[in-house]
Protein backbone atom coordinates (compact mmCIF):
# COMPACT_ATOMS: atom_id res chain seq x y z
CA UNK A 1 0.00 0.00 0.00
CA UNK A 2 1.08 3.60 -1.23
CA UNK A 3 2.41 5.63 1.97
CA UNK A 4 -0.03 8.46 3.48
CA UNK A 5 1.34 11.69 2.24
CA UNK A 6 1.98 15.00 3.64
CA UNK A 7 2.32 18.53 2.07
CA UNK A 8 5.73 20.29 2.48
CA UNK A 9 6.07 23.96 1.80
CA UNK A 10 9.49 25.40 1.73
CA UNK A 11 9.54 29.49 2.01
CA UNK A 12 12.31 32.03 2.09
CA UNK A 13 11.56 35.99 2.02
CA UNK A 14 12.53 35.82 -1.37
CA UNK A 15 10.51 32.50 -2.88
CA UNK A 16 8.92 29.56 -2.36
CA UNK A 17 11.42 27.14 -2.82
CA UNK A 18 9.76 23.63 -2.46
CA UNK A 19 6.08 23.08 -2.44
CA UNK A 20 5.01 19.47 -2.57
CA UNK A 21 3.34 16.06 -1.58
CA UNK A 22 5.75 13.89 0.15
CA UNK A 23 6.14 10.56 2.54
CA UNK A 24 8.09 11.84 5.00
CA UNK A 25 10.45 14.84 6.32
CA UNK A 26 13.42 14.88 8.83
CA UNK A 27 14.18 18.23 10.12
CA UNK A 28 16.54 20.30 11.62
CA UNK A 29 15.12 21.43 14.45
CA UNK A 30 16.76 23.95 17.56
CA UNK A 31 16.87 21.13 19.66
CA UNK A 32 17.47 18.26 17.67
CA UNK A 33 16.58 16.15 14.11
CA UNK A 34 12.56 15.33 14.47
CA UNK A 35 10.82 13.43 12.03
CA UNK A 36 7.78 14.03 10.75
CA UNK A 37 4.90 11.94 8.86
CA UNK A 38 0.59 12.54 8.01
CA UNK A 39 -0.87 12.64 11.26
CA UNK A 40 2.15 13.79 13.36
CA UNK A 41 0.50 15.78 16.39
CA UNK A 42 0.52 20.00 15.88
CA UNK A 43 3.79 21.95 17.02
CA UNK A 44 6.34 24.65 15.77
CA UNK A 45 9.84 24.81 16.18
CA UNK A 46 12.79 26.87 15.60
CA UNK A 47 15.27 25.68 13.04
CA UNK A 48 19.24 25.11 13.16
CA UNK A 49 21.19 25.63 10.22
CA UNK A 50 21.29 22.35 8.55
CA UNK A 51 19.77 20.16 5.88
CA UNK A 52 16.34 18.85 5.75
CA UNK A 53 15.39 15.86 3.72
CA UNK A 54 12.47 14.41 2.81
CA UNK A 55 11.12 10.90 1.35
CA UNK A 56 9.22 10.64 -1.72
CA UNK A 57 8.80 7.69 -4.14
CA UNK A 58 11.86 5.91 -1.94
CA UNK A 59 14.16 8.64 -2.83
CA UNK A 60 15.73 11.04 -0.17
CA UNK A 61 16.22 14.76 -1.52
CA UNK A 62 18.30 17.57 0.56
CA UNK A 63 16.90 21.13 1.08
CA UNK A 64 19.78 23.17 3.19
CA UNK A 65 18.24 25.59 5.71
CA UNK A 66 19.88 28.42 7.42
CA UNK A 67 17.59 28.47 10.14
CA UNK A 68 14.14 29.64 10.43
CA UNK A 69 10.96 27.88 11.53
CA UNK A 70 8.60 24.86 10.88
CA UNK A 71 4.78 24.47 11.81
CA UNK A 72 3.65 21.15 11.38
CA UNK A 73 -0.14 20.23 11.45
CA UNK A 74 -1.60 16.64 10.88
CA UNK A 75 -1.42 17.11 7.14
CA UNK A 76 1.28 19.66 6.31
CA UNK A 77 4.77 20.54 7.39
CA UNK A 78 5.55 24.47 6.30
CA UNK A 79 9.21 25.78 6.33
CA UNK A 80 10.09 29.23 6.32
CA UNK A 81 13.89 30.08 6.73
CA UNK A 82 15.90 33.08 6.13
CA UNK A 83 17.49 31.51 3.07
CA UNK A 84 17.45 27.86 1.57
CA UNK A 85 18.69 25.54 -1.52
CA UNK A 86 18.42 22.34 -2.87
CA UNK A 87 21.67 20.21 -3.51
CA UNK A 88 21.96 21.57 -7.14
CA UNK A 89 21.04 25.44 -6.57
CA UNK A 90 24.12 25.36 -3.79
CA UNK A 91 27.40 26.90 -5.50
CA UNK A 92 30.08 24.64 -3.59
CA UNK A 93 33.42 27.45 -4.78
CA UNK A 94 30.88 29.98 -2.97
CA UNK A 95 30.50 27.75 0.32
CA UNK A 96 34.38 26.94 -0.11
CA UNK A 97 35.08 31.14 -0.25
CA UNK A 98 32.46 31.50 2.62
CA UNK A 99 34.05 28.93 4.61
CA UNK A 100 37.68 30.32 4.32
CA UNK A 101 36.31 34.22 5.08
CA UNK A 102 34.81 32.79 8.15
CA UNK A 103 38.24 30.76 9.50
CA UNK A 104 40.28 33.54 8.91
CA UNK A 105 38.07 35.88 10.65
CA UNK A 106 37.76 33.66 13.67
CA UNK A 107 41.52 33.54 13.46
CA UNK A 108 41.78 37.38 13.70
CA UNK A 109 39.61 37.10 17.24
CA UNK A 110 38.01 40.84 17.00
CA UNK A 111 34.53 41.59 19.08
CA UNK A 112 31.91 38.62 20.04
CA UNK A 113 29.78 39.86 17.64
CA UNK A 114 31.98 39.40 14.94
CA UNK A 115 33.04 35.97 16.57
CA UNK A 116 29.26 35.26 16.75
CA UNK A 117 28.45 36.14 13.10
CA UNK A 118 31.76 34.21 11.56
CA UNK A 119 30.80 31.09 13.80
CA UNK A 120 27.14 30.76 11.86
CA UNK A 121 28.78 31.98 8.35
CA UNK A 122 30.91 28.78 8.74
CA UNK A 123 28.32 26.77 9.82
CA UNK A 124 26.32 27.70 6.97
CA UNK A 125 29.39 27.09 4.42
CA UNK A 126 30.02 23.69 6.07
CA UNK A 127 26.54 22.22 5.76
CA UNK A 128 26.07 23.31 2.55
CA UNK A 129 29.86 21.66 1.38
CA UNK A 130 27.94 18.39 3.63
CA UNK A 131 24.61 18.64 1.76
CA UNK A 132 26.36 18.71 -1.50
CA UNK A 133 28.30 15.40 -0.79
CA UNK A 134 25.08 13.66 0.67
CA UNK A 135 22.80 14.60 -2.06
CA UNK A 136 25.44 13.25 -5.08
CA UNK A 137 26.12 10.44 -2.59
CA UNK A 138 22.61 9.47 -2.28
CA UNK A 139 20.63 6.64 -4.99
CA UNK A 140 19.79 9.41 -7.46
P1 LIG B 1 28.01 34.24 1.33
O1 LIG B 1 29.02 34.85 2.27
O2 LIG B 1 28.62 33.42 0.24
O3 LIG B 1 26.95 35.23 0.87
P2 LIG B 1 26.19 33.40 3.40
O4 LIG B 1 26.15 32.14 4.21
O5 LIG B 1 26.50 34.64 4.15
O6 LIG B 1 27.21 33.14 2.21
P3 LIG B 1 23.37 33.66 3.26
O7 LIG B 1 23.21 34.92 4.04
O8 LIG B 1 23.06 32.36 3.96
O9 LIG B 1 24.84 33.60 2.63
O10 LIG B 1 22.48 33.73 1.95
C1 LIG B 1 22.33 34.90 1.16
C2 LIG B 1 21.71 34.49 -0.17
O11 LIG B 1 22.70 33.83 -0.97
C3 LIG B 1 20.56 33.51 -0.05
O12 LIG B 1 19.62 33.76 -1.06
C4 LIG B 1 21.21 32.14 -0.26
O13 LIG B 1 20.29 31.21 -0.78
C5 LIG B 1 22.32 32.49 -1.25
N1 LIG B 1 23.53 31.66 -1.09
C6 LIG B 1 24.50 31.82 -0.14
N2 LIG B 1 25.50 30.94 -0.31
C7 LIG B 1 25.16 30.18 -1.38
C8 LIG B 1 25.78 29.10 -2.05
N3 LIG B 1 26.97 28.59 -1.66
N4 LIG B 1 25.17 28.57 -3.13
C9 LIG B 1 23.98 29.07 -3.54
N5 LIG B 1 23.33 30.09 -2.95
C10 LIG B 1 23.91 30.65 -1.88
Given at each position: ?????LHLDIVTPD???LSEDVEYVGVPGAVGQ????????????ALA?????YRKGGSNTYVFLSGGFAEVTPDSV?????SAERAEEIDVQR???AKERAEERLRQQKEEVDQARA???????????????RQSGSSH
Open positions: MAEEQSTVFGVMKNHIPFLSIGSLYSILAEAKQEAALKRAIQRINLKE
